[in-house]
């Protein structure tokens, strides 16, 4: 009994340690020594100046927080209402909203900047349509955390409704019993329990948040706003590259998201959220009755403004001859998708390798990431509170930078066999990069489950592992669902991490779409963006669907 | 089962993996360019070739973090100077190839040489309702205020150039015409396509310092833009091609620069707007020969670089 759990606690260790450990270590060494690449150990911590001698930094540090908390706001506005709806109403054609609010991850950040730009921009779409633009709005902090809201909101809305359809009316419909209205049953009872969950999502929209740059890059610089991922991403744009000032500033990134992290902690575990104790219950979502029309309203113009409008500015552009030429009829042409079919293998060849990558691991962290969230909850070991501070920093560091970590670690030439310079390596930067969705959204899902559950199977004479799958995995899998599609969406376009760790010779979306950007053919990039989204999304409908089909048990709580 | 799919995946792509009769190239854009070049080689000589295309930036960072195992055989980067800092960092295989005999001398070095060329240009945009611009000086009049984007010279090392260029032919006016940019508010949104994007839509209406076979590029397809290189002057772009000194297939690296320093490379280098670096093929722009190119003493520039970014942010970006 003991047996098995300290052999699942070492494996899901040694995985974290290997996908996310060994990468961040390697940074913290390049950072330490400026020459570490080059096999060196010399000028040990001679870096360090550039914080001491740099007063933007501290500036770009405050821009820094300020604007993921901006985020964080933002996406509570936008995503806690709709999500909180989901939850515990009938809401029609929720399985359609649910595809509809992952497409956010399906767009590339960068691509998604610029779709807005082209909309709101002097002269741009906006413009075109109906005379007047909101460049000045877009260019400004304002603007940039808007946009960032727009791309990471969902995240608050699949974390809540998922965690509201387990709490359920139960606890709200006892407390009207003892005479609560309907608000204060809410308000007290019903959000509280899923506060788990809030904070669970918020740590990975602000990690995200300051971490993201291609938001940033195409809309802040303009305004003269800097942030420390932009002084990263420099270092490491041009020639002469700075390797080791970009891994110390990952180092103040890793050092914010991990005090972000205890905070989040102290308020999921200084009290209990425990919902499901094993009673048996109806998943009783309520009818909206009358306010049927108004929720459906809220849930469109969420819809038109994160969705519609940034997807309909990319298809706009996909199908445009000229950028210059703007919108008119004339103006229509599909010589872009032509394009993409002309250059036929390389095209296809992309898509193919990012739709098998996206499906292995979202297999992969869903795994894993159950795995480890069973042992930090349900775990007794030393090393629980480490592994869930772990599985939180590849949120915290910029792609490029873990990327850097990972070539660092898996190109040593003293590795007798390395995985570097094949798909696999892609597999490992994904898998590390993506982990910390499944754990957060599982971890917050156990902390809603009583133990007493395993507990009974455990005394009506299951094993540990019959307990765990028969029992505690049914409970946490809808989370667990939620997640893999998040991870699904976000690796079939992943770009940083790809650009720097395919094999020579192997394309992705995401690279393919960016080497697009950079010759010059926006049109071309979109229209395979375009692409890319749509078959997703397809697969992500279907899906759905199917698991509707399964029956509601696989989702109910 | 997770585990041995995992495991079946990766090793049944290893076997994809490099191997002595495949070269690896590591190549900043243009993408066309490189997979046109690879698939012309391996026609010829029967060797396969793996590319990696990226930005400059993203080719040396991988090279950088990729030092202690090199993977690429050669590298074609957009930035001369980083092909001289690669050498004097002793990573670089000394080889001229035979083919080079018409490369003018200052296009290559004993290590190096160069692929393509590209010139720093302004670009604008014929219906933006702005006249056409002739120098670069133009752009400080009040009727382009608000209307210029120019690539940020700390992400654009074609960018950097120019503003050294500029220093070096016209001493502190080039500062004070930088500094008539700025009160003309002129933006810096990024790298070169950042800084052109706007001016296609319109909402700018002149990129100063543009890369300019991107933006031929762009004309030929029909976007109503006009590429306008300064009489006064402007900067080169030379783009080398150069070997790694830790290849194991030297062969097939040197027989790869011989194949893109060829007539036929050459014709592929010139349809992709570069101007070719043999002298005795023609290009679908205007040549170097057709420039005023301001020569640029590249070791004294790239020595003077944080003094140089530093100045221009202080000037343009933070004012």
């Known amino acids: ?557 | 089962m997770l585990r041995t799919t995992l495991l079946a995946a990766s090793l049944g792509l290893m076997t994809g993996a490099a191997n002595a009769e495949t070269l690896t190239v590591y190549t900043a854009g243009p993408g066309g360019l490189a997979d046109a070049l690879a698939e012309a080689f391996q026609a010829e000589t029967g060797i396969a070739v793996e590319l990696f295309q990226a930005t400059t930036g993203k080719v040396m960072a991988r090279l950088e973090a990729e030092e202690s195992n090199p993977q690429a055989d050669v590298v074609v980067s957009a930035s001369w100077g980083s092909a001289e800092d690669m050498h004097a960092r002793g990573l670089l295989m000394e080889y001229t190839s035979p083919n080079a005999d018409t490369v003018p001398d200052f296009l290559k070095h004993s290590h190096y040489t160069a692929q393509g060329i590209s010139a720093l240009a302004m670009v604008w945009n014929s219906q933006s309702g702005v006249a056409r611009p002739n120098e670069w000086a133009d752009l400080t009049d009040e009727a382009y205020r608000d209307l210029i984007t120019m690539p940020d010279p700390a992400q654009s090392g074609a960018a950097f150039d120019l503003v050294a260029g500029l220093e070096a032919a016209m001493g502190d006016e080039a500062w004070t015409l930088l500094a008539g940019l700025a009160d003309n508010q002129m933006i810096v949104p990024g790298p070169n396509a950042a800084a052109l994007n706007p001016v296609l839509q319109g909402a700018k209406a002149v990129v100063f310092g543009a890369v300019d076979y991107i933006s031929y590029g762009r004309a030929a397809a029909g976007e109503s833009i006009e590429v306008i290189t300064p009489a006064s002057g402007t900067v080169i772009a030379p783009r080398p091609i150069m070997i790694l000194n830790s290849t194991d297939n030297a062969d097939a690296a040197k027989a790869f620069v011989d194949f893109v320093l060829s007539e036929a490379g050459q014709a592929l280098v010139s349809q992709t707007y570069l101007m070719p670096s043999r002298t005795d093929i023609e290009g679908l722009r205007p040549g170097i020969n057709d420039l005023s190119v301001i020569d640029v003493d590249a070791d004294a520039v790239s020595a003077r670089r944080d003094e140089i970014i530093a100045r221009f942010n202080e000037t343009v970006i933070n004012r």
Request: aromatic share 10%; with cysteine; glycine share 8%.
């Open chain 1, 1 to 557: 009994m003991v047996r098995t759990q300290s052999i699942l606690t070492v494996l899901a260790a040694s995985t974290l340690l290997i996908l996310v450990g060994l990468p961040v270590l390697f940074i913290i060494l390049q950072a330490i020594f400026p020459d570490f690449a080059r096999g060196s150990l010399e000028g040990a911590f001679s870096k360090l100046v550039i914080i001491t001698e740099n007063d933007r930094l501290l500036l770009q540090a405050r821009n820094t927080l300020m604007l993921a908390f901006s985020v964080m706001l933002g996406s509570l506005l936008f995503g806690l209402p709709i999500g909180v709806l989901r939850g515990l109403f009938h809401i029609p054609g929720a399985r359609g909203w649910d595809v509809v609010f992952l497409i956010p991850f399906l767009i590339p950040p960068f691509i998604a900047a610029i779709a807005w730009m082209m909309t709101l921009q002097p002269r741009g779409y906006l413009f075109q349509l109906l005379g007047f633009d909101m460049g000045d709005f877009l260019f400004s902090f304002t603007g940039v955390a808007f946009v960032m809201t727009l791309n990471l909101f969902p995240l608050v809305y699949f974390a809540v409704s998922r965690a509201l359809e387990m709490v359920g009316g139960r606890f709200a419909a006892a407390a009207r019993v003892h005479g609560a209205r309907k608000l204060q049953a809410f308000f007290l009872i019903t959000l509280p329990l899923s506060i788990p969950a809030i904070a669970a999502s918020l740590l990975i929209v602000f990690a995200m948040s300051i971490e993201e740059f291609g938001t940033p890059a195409a809309l802040a610089a303009r305004t003269g706003f800097e942030v420390l991922v932009t002084g990263i991403y420099n270092r490491l744009s041009d020639w002469p590259i700075d390797l080791s000032g970009a891994a110390l500033g990952s180092v103040m990134l890793m050092a914010m998201v991990l005090a972000a992290f205890t905070l989040q902690n102290w308020i999921a575990t200084r009290r209990s959220y425990i919902s499901q104790t094993g009673k048996p219950a109806d998943l009783d979502q309520a009818d909206l009755g009358a306010w049927r029309w108004p929720v459906l309203g809220l849930f469109a113009l969420v819809a038109a403004i994160g969705v519609v409008i940034p997807l309909a500015a990319i298809a706009v552009t996909s199908f445009t001859a000229t950028i210059s030429g703007g919108l008119s009829w004339s103006n229509f042409d599909t010589c872009h998708y032509a394009e993409i079919f002309q250059q036929g293998s390389r095209a296809v060849q992309a898509l193919i390798t990012s739709g098998w990558l996206a499906v292995l691991t979202a297999l992969a962290t869903a795994a894993i990431g159950g795995l480890v969230a069973y042992i930090v909850v349900r775990g007794t070991g030393r090393g629980r509170a480490l592994m869930d501070g772990l599985s939180v920093l590849p949120n915290a560091i910029p792609a490029i930078v873990l990327a850097v970590g990972i070539i660092l670690a898996w190109n040593s030439p003293y590795l007798p066999i390395s995985l570097y310079g094949t798909a696999a390596i892609l597999l490992i930067a994904y898998i590390g990069i993506l982990l910390p969705y499944p754990i957060r959204y599982a971890i917050a899902r156990l902390r809603q489950i009583s133990g007493s559950l395993d507990d009974a199977a455990r005394v009506a004479g299951a094993s540990q592992m019959q307990a765990l799958r028969h029992v505690t995995l049914p409970l946490i899998a809808p989370s667990l669902i939620a997640a893999m599609m998040l991870v699904f969406a976000i690796a079939s376009r992943e770009l940083v991490a790809s650009i720097m760790l395919a094999p020579a010779g192997m394309r992705t979306v995401g690279t393919f779409v960016f080497a697009q950007f950079e010759q010059g053919s926006v049109q071309t990039g979109m229209a395979m963006s375009m692409i890319a989204i749509t078959i997703t999304s397809g697969i992500l409908l279907a899906v759905n669907l199917w698991l509707a089909r399964q029956g509601s048990s696989a989702f109910s709580g």
